[in-house]
């Protein structure tokens, strides 16, 4: 998939087309539309607010054991909760 069948579709939908039909008129899989979709636009999603907290306490625990892995790190997250709540 090149970016300009992306451009293209682009068009298409601008036009008022749906992704499925900009595509089959094009002759391109939508799969791959997506996936130039993906190169061309960087989607940074980042943690939300909630997560934020969890995340920090994530840190700390990896800061202390470093050797710990992600089954470990939840195992005693899991423990914590149990205990203060």
């Given at each position: 998939m090149n970016s300009?069948?992306?451009?293209?579709?682009?068009?298409?939908?601008?036009?008022?087309?749906?992704?499925?039909?900009?595509?089959?008129?094009?002759?391109?899989?939508?799969?791959?539309?997506?996936y130039g979709v993906r190169g061309k636009v960087a989607r940074v999603k980042g943690p939300g607010l909630k997560d934020m907290d969890l995340l920090e306490r994530i840190r700390r625990i990896k800061a202390e054991?470093?050797?710990?892995?992600?089954?470990?790190v939840w195992a005693w997250?899991?423990?914590?909760?149990?205990?203060e709540g």
């Open positions: 300009s069948s992306v451009e293209a579709v682009e068009v298409l939908k601008a036009q008022g087309y749906s992704v499925t039909d900009a595509c089959r008129a094009l002759g391109i899989p939508r799969s791959g539309y997506r054991h470093p050797f710990w892995g992600y089954r470990r997250l899991r423990d914590r909760e149990k205990e």
